[in-house]
Each structure stands twice: as C-alpha cells, then as structure tokens.
C-alpha cells in the first residue's frame, strides 16, 4: 500500500510547510489530505504520479491557476479542480483557504473506466478541469467524508464507498470520451446477500471496508454497493452501522458491561465515537439506553425510532 509520502503532490505541500490539517489513507489506495493555507506565494507542481480532485472547503477566492502570462481563477468556496496524473500546474495563493485533497492512483481511476464507461482504460484520459461548484461531488465531500472520523474504525465503509462514489463520478464526468449510462439491474442473489450479511455479522468487531464485503460477494466495489443497497433499502455503511447498534443493545441490555468494552464488542475505536453513533441511530445516549428497561414507554419509544 502506498505511503502519504508516496504521493507526489501530498509530499511536495509536506516539504513546503503547508499546515496539514488531517490525513488518511483507504479504499484501494486512495488517500486524502487537508490544508490550510494563508499568505501569498507561488507554487509549481511537477507531474504527478497520481490524478487529484481539490475541493476548496473554505475560502479559496485569492487562488489561480497559473497558465503561462494568463490564469483561471478559482470562484471560492466549493470550487473543485481536477488534475490528471502527469499534468504540470503553477498556482498562485493569496489570503486563507482551507484544501481538501483525493489523491487517486492511476489503477484505481483506470478500474473505474472499465466498470463505468465499459471501456478500454488505455483510451480514456481524465482532463484537467475547474469546476465552479458541482453539487454531486460537494454533497459526497460534505455529507460523507468531512463529518467523519477518518481515522475510526467504524466509519471506514461509509469513507470507503465516498471514495468509490467520487472517481466513478470523476470518471464518467470528466474523462475525455462521453460516457455511457451505467444501469444497475437488480439486486444481490439471495445466497450472496446472505454470506454479506453472515461475514458482517462475525466481523462487527473489526474493521471492516467495502472492499472486503464486494469480496465477499464476488463484486467490484462500485457494483457491490449498489447490489446491496437495492437488496436491503440500506447501504453498506448504514447497514452495518445499525448491525453494530443492534449488538450493542443487546450487550447494553445484559448489564454490568462498561461502555469501552461494548464500544469495542461492536467496532467502534472509541467511547464517545461509539456513543455519537449509537445516539445518531437510537435517539438515545448507550446510557440512557442501559437505564430505560424499567420503563416500558422508552423501551417502547426506542424500537419505534429504530424500526
């Protein structure tokens, strides 16, 4: 697996002092980085060995894109821009900005062709592009990659299928060949659905990606995801969040547990991870919930929220 350092741009910003803000590596060798950025000054990257989506979080509005005596400016908040591995590009920075970075290695963008476009990767290139806002990357970047803990456990799926959602996206939006529809027909076979469900079940504890679920199925990622959301009304990630609410009740419901020991039962790396999470599914705090089975109208009020 790649290294941070691997990637090129990541390690040039590295090298330069750029304020790193977080980092992470998942999926098939995605990684994804943040920055801050103040001041003024000039920056030149030489071709990278990978293609990089920016999104610009906060701020951005005093940045361009360099090209020779003239420049594309960058509109801001939201902007995105894309750069193809191999693309040299000079930038000017002035004021603050907050950078989100998807650094993608080739062979994953390529994987995505093929399952998307249907096409032979060695024909299709991803172009350089800006975009000033694209509502179907900002929704993906917004609701389910800055909201999480990227380093948690337990919130691993839901940043890996982001992550498989934002380059089939890049590839059927911004390769240079139009793309065709990709049609999902159906939903898992039942005795696929159900060695998902039994591997989830025994692994609820660990650390679990879309990629080891597609495995299980027999499926690329991409097409995984969509099989199963249409088999069982919920994607991965949620299904295997509620799966891992479910356990956790029932060892809440046991008694005499502490909290850290039923947060690592069920996959959370933390206390107050698994607490938010569980209250997100529950309506209730893991405590309030160990407290409610002497009143039948919370118990009560619990399966209705959960149901």
């Known amino acids: 697996m790649l290294r941070l350092q691997d990637y090129a741009i990541f390690s040039h910003l590295r090298q330069s002092g750029v304020p790193l803000q977080a980092s992470t590596r998942f999926g098939e060798g995605l990684a994804a980085a943040l920055w801050e950025r103040a001041g003024r000054g000039h920056y030149r990257y030489n071709p990278a060995n990978h293609h990089t989506l920016s999104f610009w979080v906060a701020g951005g509005a005093g940045f361009r894109r360099l090209r020779g ?5 960058i509109h801001g908040e939201s902007s995105l821009w894309v750069v ?22 080739m062979p994953v963008f390529e994987s995505r062709v093929v399952e998307t476009l249907d096409a032979d990767p060695s024909l299709i290139s991803l172009r350089e592009e ?17 909201p999480l ?15 498989e959602m934002l380059t089939t996206y890049l590839a059927a939006r911004c390769s240079e060949r139009p ?22 079940e025994a692994h609820l504890e660990q650390d679990l990606t879309i ?3 597609a495995a299980v ?5 991409y097409h995984f995801a969509h099989a199963f959301k249409r088999s069982t009304g919920f994607g991965p990630y949620r299904y295997v969040l509620r799966r891992r609410t479910e356990r956790a009740k029932r060892l809440l419901a046991a008694g005499k547990i502490p909290l850290s020991d039923v947060a ?4 959370f790396g933390s206390q107050s991870h698994f607490s938010a999470r569980f209250r997100e599914v529950t309506g209730l705090t893991p405590r309030q919930f160990g407290r409610c089975f002497d009143d039948r109208s919370l118990v009560a009020r619990v399966r209705t929220h959960t149901a």
């Open 69 to 73: 005596r003239s420049y594309d400016p």
């Open 84 to 105: 193809p591995a191999g693309a040299p590009t000079a930038w000017e920075a002035a004021g603050k900005g907050r950078l989100l970075h998807f650094y993608i290695p």
């Open 130 to 146: 800006g975009l000033q806002r694209d509502p179907a990357l900002e929704n993906i970047i917004r609701s389910m990659v800055l």
């Open 149 to 163: 803990s990227w380093e948690e456990p337990a919130d691993r799926i839901a940043l890996t299928q982001a992550g």
């Open 179 to 200: 793309p065709r529809a990709l049609l999902i027909r159906g939903g898992l076979a039942p005795v696929v659905l159900r060695r998902v469900q039994e591997y989830v």
């Open 211 to 213: 990629e080891d679920l």
């Open 217 to 221: 199925a027999g499926l690329s990622p």
């Open 264 to 267: 690592q039962a069920c996959g």
